[in-house]
């Protein structure tokens, strides 16, 4: 019913930037807070950065003051500027959102199949 497709992943030199897009599609009736995670190599998903749907946002401590997250409800669209990477920032980036599907009563939380960043010492 819906789709979340990641891309702008990619590899890059510490200290450069990338980024992320995250486009959702399908039988959408509304997006409601949409986010970014990321998992690293034997770790568990974290929590990078959130923004609802009155554009409040939300960063893990690590990455505050270097990522920003904004959205564009006209594309369906969340996106990630990632600048001043880091190597510990390697990992793959998982996009989520919270979607009202069209003719049905409650929203469902998605995620996309994510993209890699690798950040080079």
């Known amino acids: 019913q819906v789709q979340l497709v990641e891309s702008g992943g990619g590899l890059v030199q510490a200290g450069g930037s990338l980024r992320l897009s995250c486009a959702a599609s399908g039988s959408i009736f509304s997006i409601h807070g949409m986010g970014w995670f990321r998992q690293a190599p034997g770790k568990q998903r974290e929590l990078v950065a959130t923004?609802?749907?009155?554009?409040?946002?939300n960063y893990a401590d690590s990455v505050k003051g270097r990522f920003t997250i904004s959205r564009d409800d006209t594309k369906n669209t969340v996106y990630l500027q990632m600048n001043s990477l880091k190597p510990e920032d390697t990992a793959v980036y998982y996009c989520n959102a919270d979607v009202t599907v069209r003719n049905l009563p409650t929203w469902r939380n998605y995620w996309g199949q994510g993209t890699q960043v690798t950040v080079s010492s």
């Open positions: 923004i609802t749907s009155g554009e409040i946002t």
